[in-house]
Structures are given as structure tokens and as C-alpha cells.
């Protein structure tokens, strides 16, 4: 019998208008492995991490986890559903009216009921799993760097230790050398907390880092899907356009 | 394209565009009916966030009664001189007490209190609420299985809810306390006897038919808001034309309400 995946998008199409973002999606992600998906600019990779969220519902096709469907869950079934879940959002989305321990722990105060010195022992201690001092936990997401936010976003999707964690475009927006740090916590706390990962980014050596496998994503289909490893070897045209960065080939450059 | 074709064109599109537009007042009139039945769902029941309520009681009620209190006093005070000129081209100045507490308990109390707040208050949480989602908070606070309506939607409408009726006592007497000032000072009317023909004067009715009102356009307030703030998209700009039309739909509907709300009380009393 061949493995349930964790979670897996079966025939997903989403449109915007008229325009198809996902056409057909059919992608799977195993139990404990992490998948990066890689793609140009409006793509729908935004859109795939969106449906498989329940941010965003699909028009039609099933998105499983577990072997259970999730599209069209109630608001209360999608919260349950939540709390085994953690996502790092691309600019992080800190709430900025609280601290960085009250965002950390935003789960664990808001949902789970747990009382505030022991939320904030997890939250302070979330924050040293991901190199951040105790020190900033009361401070407020404005006073710190673009870095440092993403750590903190990467500590509260990590707090409550969940089964999947979903990454958007992490290392958007950072420095070569913040970027592979934070490259390097993701793929140590998914190995940490072996989760599943879903990975969406057009960094290659960030999708190298964090993926044990890389799907890349054309015209709302995987048109590539392979270990990370041959990302650099494979023939497909799709990849090697991508990974060598040329403006002719099959990916018609819409800029 | 033939001439008839050009002016078929003409005489079709402005019945097409009409019928869009209407399409689309129907469909934001359903949508803002379901978001205010989620929004009081959620105020309704538990779980709430006594945090949030409370720092919305301070932002909605406590820091609004300096720009409440002045709008009250200076409307008071002019009040009180127009009626007293007015009445006076019939010998009726010495009712002007009266006609000062009937027009500041019945209307502009509520009604100055709740435009004051549309500016303040439904400005600020759209903006707020529209940056959140802008930056993907909103999208963010669903994942941590929070719920934005009770989170962020439910405190605002029943801090609002609250605050308004509190605030229009507040500018109820700030106001008649403006037309005793310019009486006693400036139109050399009794202090005592303005009091007492005030006093006498005022039903109950008043005073409470003004509060119903205000909690009403409380509720109107926060839910514009909320509303174009949950709504907001893109960017920077979907920010402020999201804190335009809050505080645009908000005075708006305090006033078609208002009318309503008199309407109404007038049959029913």
C-alpha cells in the first residue's frame, strides 16, 4: 500500500476573473519531507499555499490532508485544523500593536487559553530556537530589522510545534547573508520538529537549502518535480531557463 | 462600425452601466448586511477578549471626549444665540432654554457626537484594520485559529455600541452648558431660572430617545470601519479609499438613520 501523503492537491483550479492561476494543480507532499515550490512571478504560488490554507477556495479539485479534504470546511472545523499548522508569511505579518513575546505566543494566548507568564516562558523560548535574544520579546515589531521580524515570525509558527509548517517566499526582501541564515533555521526546525513543509520561494539556494524535493510551478501546473539535488543537473527546459536565469525559452517573459 | 451600430452602442451602454452599478449596490448592501450579523454574532457570544475590549473602550470612548466636549460646547453656545435672535422676531426669546435642551438631547447631541467619532473613530479602525490586511495579519490571525470578527470586528463594534450613548450624555451636558454660558453672559438671562426651565422643561424621553440613538449610529460607526478596512485591497491606496469611505458611509448613514430613528420615536410616542 502505497503511503497517504500529508497533504495533496488533487486537480486544483483557481481563476481570478478570467484569468486561470491554477489550472489542474496535482501536487503531494509526503509525511516529514519538505517540498519547495519554485516559480516565476504570478504563477500561483501564492495562490497554491492560499487554497491548501483555506485563505483562498478553489473553484474545484480536492485538497487533502491527511487523506481528508479540506476545501470548504466550516470557520470552526478550519480553526481546529489551524492549531496543527504553523505559517511563516512573507512580510512576516506581526501583529503591530503587540509585542514580539505576545506575537509569538499569540496561539498559545488567543486560542489555547494557556495563562500569560507560561505563554511567555514558550514564546521567550521559541525566540532562542531561532537565535533571537530574550531581550527583544518586549519590544514591538517596528523596532526591529527585516531579519529579525522574520525570526520572530519563523518563533510564532514554530510555538505550538505543528505537523506542517507552510513558508511564504522567506527570504524575500533580506540580504544574501541574513537570507541564508534564515534558510538555515528553517531547515533546522522542520528537522527539529519533523514536520511536513511546504515551501514557496523564486530563491534557488533557498529552495536548495530548505527542500528535500523541488516542484516548480508553470501556467498553474508542476511542469518539474524532483529531489533538490537535481535541480542543477536536470534537463527539463522549464528548470534550466529558471535556475540559468535566460529570458528566452519555453517561459515567455511577461515584463 | 455603422452609424446605428455607434448609436445602438451609445443608447445600450448607459442602461448596461446602470444596471452594473445597481448590481453592485445590491451586492454591497448584502455584503455589509452579512458582515454586521457576523460582527454582532460575534459580539454576542463567547469567547470574547477583554484586552481588546478595554484598549477599544479607551481609543473609542476615553480619548474621544476632549474633541466630543468642544464640538458640545461651541454648538451649545451658538445654538442658544441663533434661537435667541430667531425667537426674538416673535417675542418668544424666553424659551430659548427649552428649544436649546429639546435640540441638543433629541438631535445634535447624538448626531454631533456620532459625526465626530465617524471622523475619529471610523477613520481609525479602517486604516488600521486595512493596513492589517494589507500586510497579511488578518490572513495571519486566521492561521494562529483566531477568529478576526471576534478578535478584532466584535470589541470595536460594542466598545463603539457602548461609548456613544456615554459620550452623547457627555455632550448633552457640555451643550446646554454652552447655552447657559452665552445666556448668562452674553443675553443677561438668569442662571438659576435657565436651570430650572431647563430642568422642568426635559422628558426623560429626551434624554433616552437621543442615547438610543447613539448607540445606534455607535454601531454604524464601527461597522463602517470594519467593514471597508476588512475589505480593503491594494496596498497603500486600498488603505485610504478604505478610511474615505468609512467616514463618508458612516455620516451618510448617521443621518438617513437619524431621520428614521425621529421618524419613528415621533409615531411611537
Given at each position: 500500500m502505497t503511503q497517504i501523503p500529508k497533504l495533496a492537491w488533487k486537480g486544483v483550479t483557481k481563476r481570478f476573473g478570467d484569468r486561470p492561476v491554477l489550472d489542474g494543480l496535482d501536487l503531494s507532499v509526503a509525511p516529514g519531507k519538505s517540498l519547495v515550490i519554485i516559480g516565476g512571478s504570478g504563477q500561483g504560488k501564492s495562490v497554491t499555499i492560499k487554497t491548501a490554507l483555506g485563505l483562498m477556495r478553489p473553484e474545484s479539485g480536492q485538497i487533502e490532508l491527511d487523506g481528508q479534504?479540506?476545501?470548504?470546511?466550516s470557520e470552526g472545523q478550519r480553526r481546529k485544523l489551524f492549531s496543527r499548522i504553523g505559517v511563516l508569511f512573507q512580510g512576516a505579518?506581526?501583529?503591530?500593536?503587540?509585542s514580539i513575546w505576545e506575537n509569538v505566543a499569540f496561539r498559545l494566548l488567543?486560542?489555547?487559553?494557556?495563562?500569560r507568564k507560561q505563554a511567555r516562558e514558550r514564546a521567550i523560548e521559541a525566540l532562542e530556537q531561532v537565535?533571537?535574544?530574550?531581550?527583544?520579546?518586549?519590544?514591538?515589531?517596528?523596532?526591529?530589522?527585516g531579519g529579525m521580524q522574520k525570526r520572530a515570525g519563523l518563533a510564532r509558527a514554530v510555538v505550538a510545534q505543528p505537523e506542517i509548517l507552510f513558508f511564504d517566499?522567506?527570504?524575500?526582501?533580506?540580504?544574501p547573508i541574513t537570507a541564508a541564515a534564515i534558510n538555515q533555521l528553517i531547515s533546522d526546525q522542520v528537522r527539529r520538529l519533523g514536520s511536513t513543509a511546504v515551501s514557496i520561494t523564486h530563491d534557488l539556494a533557498s529552495a536548495q537549502t530548505i527542500g528535500d524535493e523541488i516542484a516548480m510551478l508553470h501556467g498553474g501546473k508542476i511542469v518539474w518535480r524532483g529531489p533538490a539535488a537535481d535541480l542543477q543537473t536536470t534537463d527539463n527546459p522549464y528548470v534550466r531557463q529558471f535556475v540559468e536565469g535566460r529570458p528566452d525559452g519555453p517561459i515567455a517573459h511577461t515584463v | 462600425m455603422t452609424a446605428g451600430e455607434a448609436a445602438r452602442k451609445v443608447a445600450v451602454n448607459p442602461i448596461r452601466s446602470l444596471g452594473r452599478s445597481t448590481l453592485a449596490a445590491v451586492r454591497t448592501v448584502g455584503a455589509v448586511g452579512v458582515f454586521a450579523v457576523r460582527g454582532a454574532a460575534a459580539a454576542l457570544s463567547p469567547p470574547w477578549f477583554p484586552g481588546q475590549l478595554m484598549r477599544q473602550f479607551m481609543a473609542i470612548g476615553f480619548f474621544s471626549l476632549p474633541v466630543v466636549g468642544l464640538t458640545a460646547v461651541f454648538t451649545g453656545a451658538a445654538l442658544a444665540l441663533n434661537i435667541f435672535t430667531g425667537g426674538g422676531r416673535f417675542n418668544a426669546e424666553q424659551v430659548m432654554p427649552q428649544i436649546v435642551a429639546l435640540g441638543i438631547t433629541r438631535e445634535l447631541g447624538p448626531v454631533l457626537a456620532a459625526l465626530m467619532l465617524a471622523g475619529r473613530v471610523s477613520a481609525a479602525i479602517a486604516a488600521e484594520i486595512g493596513a492589517m490586511r494589507a500586510t497579511e495579519q488578518i490572513d495571519a490571525m486566521r492561521t494562529l485559529s483566531t477568529d478576526p470578527f471576534r478578535y478584532l470586528v466584535a470589541p470595536r463594534l460594542l466598545a463603539a455600541v457602548l461609548m456613544l450613548p456615554l459620550l452623547t450624555a457627555v455632550a448633552d451636558t457640555i451643550g446646554i452648558a454652552g447655552g447657559w454660558l452665552v445666556a448668562t453672559r452674553?443675553?443677561?438671562?438668569n442662571p438659576t431660572i435657565y436651570i430650572r426651565n431647563t430642568v422642568n422643561f426635559l422628558e426623560s424621553w429626551d434624554i433616552v430617545s437621543g442615547l438610543i440613538k447613539a448607540a445606534v449610529f455607535g454601531f454604524i460607526v464601527a461597522l463602517m470601519g470594519c467593514y471597508h478596512g476588512y475589505n480593503a485591497s491594494g496596498g497603500a491606496r486600498g488603505v485610504g479609499r478604505a478610511t474615505t469611505h468609512a467616514v463618508v458611509s458612516s455620516a451618510i448613514l448617521i443621518f438617513a438613520s437619524d431621520y428614521l430613528l425621529t421618524t419613528f420615536f415621533t409615531h411611537a410616542s
Open positions: 479534504n479540506v476545501v470548504g470546511l505579518a506581526l501583529f503591530d500593536s503587540l488567543n486560542a489555547d487559553g494557556v495563562p537565535r533571537l535574544d530574550p531581550a527583544v520579546a518586549d519590544r514591538f515589531p517596528s523596532e526591529l530589522s517566499e522567506p527570504t524575500t526582501g533580506l540580504d | 452674553v443675553l443677561e438671562f
